[in-house]
């Protein structure tokens, strides 16, 4: 057994990695700055003790490895301590590979949006066909209610990051992964911190496609320019396309088309395949849904067996989530921070509102948001919503309520999280189901805005 140390622990996939090394028998520590659920939930689950901050005396007793997380930098005292020890230490992507994916049958899931719960409709259709995957989830499968496991060999299904593996490495953390199956699901810009432009972000892709083995599949959106363009400079492995609801599919290609509580998959001469009934709302989801669909056929599971199985998939915690109904007012939690993704989770919410106020509450705290790129687009991304509430994060590298003003006053721009609080107490109403988006905690507002509505009914009945 070793004492294996995690700085930067409280992250969705470093988290992952505490599960895992946990797992196969190893002491577990870390360190982080803030945590907040569900990863500190289940850090505090497993039992794995946790040291806040980044001094330089975290790595006292000294372990016998350090795996570094990409929130580390240069400069961070624990950083310096490291080099200047001689401590074994790597990345956690390279961590993953050598210890838990080498000679296992890899399925990786790529792309700019719906990642989390593309890997984890696959972990499950896989679990439904009685093969036990391990999987490594940026998030919590409901159905797992863990974000990791070993499983059984050979399959281990993987979230596939495009973002960069650690200060000493400035690959994509999904090079390390050599899939054997590799969805692919869309290509954006995003990560604009690390980032030129899209073709970097190709270009990184690229590498990943280069791992694949010729005797692998690469499952790809065929609807997406972006993708055919990457995969046009190059590819080795046999590719399979699909589409998703309204998309122009190219031949030959699946395809998903929406129906009565759930869609039809189609084959690339659009005659039906299957049907799926499920829970899952949007035109996204069912695009997710056949993409693990197909990738899960290459492990052997047949389309049949897994429409049967999406029937009783259960969801991913902080996608579409419900948190709670109070004085007649649904409370969903969404990680959605990119405009695609933003515009996607509110067409899916609307879906049988009949009448009643769709309301957004949007977050826009990641990198790529702070610095500005996505301003111009952001707007447009939230037209679904009747009503939209944004919060200014300090350190916004732009003027909010300049560039959404031109939203008129169906969007709402509020600097303190207090006043964010207050207004929608003050606003919201019976019958509105309200989306609250980031990629964070949000400040606790979920859990307080719900302890508000609950407090506003007591008062009303009294």
Known sequence: MMHIHILGIGGTFMAGIAALARALGHRVTGSDRALYPPMSTQLAQLGIEIIEGYEHDRLDPAPDCVVVGNVMRRGLPVIERLLDSGLAYCSGPEWLAREVLRDRWTLAVA?????T???????????????????????????????????DAPFFVVEADEYDTAFFDKRSKFVHYRPRTLILGN?????????????????????????????????????????????????????????????TAPA??????????????????????VSVRWSMPGAHNAENALAAMLAARHAGVPLEASARALASFRGVTRRQEWIGTADGVELFDDFAHHPTAIARTLEAMRGGLAGRRLVAVLEPRSNTMRMGVHAKTLAASLATADRAYVHVPAGLGWDAAGVLGAAGERVRVCAELAGLEAILLQELRAGDRVVLMSNGSFGGLHRRLLEGLRARERSETE
């Open 252 to 273: 030959p290609a699946c395809a998903a088309r929406m129906a009565p509580g759930g869609f039809e998959v189609l084959d690339p001469d659009g005659r039906p395949l």
């Open 111 to 115: 792309g700019t949006h719906g990642k």
């Open 117 to 151: 719960t593309t890997t984890s409709i696959l972990a499950f259709l896989l679990e439904s066909a009685g093969l036990r995957p391990g999987f490594l989830v940026g998030g919590i499968p409901a159905d797992f209610e863990t974000s990791a496991r070993l499983g």
């Open 187 to 247: 290509l954006e810009f995003d990560h604009a911190d690390i980032f030129d432009d899209l073709a970097a972000i190709q270009r990184q892709f690229h590498h990943l496609v280069r791992t694949v083995p010729g005797s692998g599949l690469i499952v790809a959106n065929g609807g997406d320019a972006a993708l055919e363009t990457m995969l046009a400079t190059g590819c080795w492995t046999p590719v399979e396309r699909f589409t998703g609801p309204g998309a």
